[in-house]
């Protein structure tokens, strides 16, 4: 099993929203290297739910992955904030996964506070200029945030 940590606004997709819904498509990610994150996935692996965006971003939870990568709808949906003009049925660059609830943190990890952790200075998240939607985690880092909730 990998591990990875994926980025939502709350307000398009929060953990209590999953864990509402059971489950639901990932979709949107517009960068080719998260896009390729996206790909990489498994079913089973499992994610670190990340509220961006928002008065108190961080790690709220824990989701998984029940569907690999396929082409993406919203890309050809011109109702859709993630259209693509470029995109058609025969060449769509981008990819959803399905994914599901598995756990609602007691408290967001905050990324000032992930960012004070030793164990997790090589997580790209907390590195400076990180901007990416979708990540990889180390089996280490993994323990290391779970420890912390």
Same mark, same amino acid.
């Given at each position: 099993?990998?591990? /990875?940590?994926?980025?939502?606004?709350?307000?398009e997709?929060? %953990?209590?929203?999953?864990?509402?819904?059971?489950?639901?498509? /990932?979709? $949107?990610?517009r960068?080719?290297q998260a896009?390729?994150?996206?790909?990489a996935?498994?079913?089973?692996?499992?994610? =670190?739910?990340?509220?961006?965006?928002?008065?108190? *971003?961080g %790690?709220? $939870?824990? $989701?998984?992955?029940?569907?690999?990568?396929?082409?993406?709808p919203?890309?050809?949906?011109?109702?859709?904030?993630?259209?693509?003009?470029?995109?058609?049925?025969?060449k769509?660059?981008w990819?959803? %996964?399905d994914v599901? =609830?598995?756990?609602? =943190? *007691?408290k967001?990890?905050?990324?000032g506070?992930?960012?004070?952790?030793?164990?997790?200075?090589?997580?790209?998240?907390?590195?400076? $200029?990180s901007?990416?939607s979708?990540?990889?985690?180390t *089996?280490?880092q /993994?323990?290391?945030?779970?420890?912390?909730?």
């Amino acid at each position: 099993m990998a591990y /990875w940590l994926m980025k939502s606004e709350p307000d398009e997709l929060s %953990i209590t929203g999953l864990q509402t819904l059971g489950q639901a498509r /990932w979709d $949107g990610v517009r960068n080719y290297q998260a896009r390729n994150f996206l790909r990489a996935m498994a079913e089973g692996d499992e994610f =670190f739910f990340y509220h961006s965006s928002c008065p108190e *971003p961080g %790690i709220a $939870g824990i $989701g998984k992955i029940t569907k690999t990568a396929y082409p993406d709808p919203t890309a050809l949906d011109k109702n859709s904030h993630y259209f693509d003009a470029k995109a058609n049925d025969e060449k769509n660059p981008w990819s959803a %996964i399905d994914v599901a =609830f598995v756990e609602t =943190f *007691p408290k967001v990890l905050s990324l000032g506070y992930l960012k004070q952790q030793a164990a997790l200075e090589q997580l790209p998240l907390v590195q400076k $200029g990180s901007r990416l939607s979708v990540m990889s985690v180390t *089996p280490e880092q /993994w323990a290391a945030v779970l420890a912390l909730r």
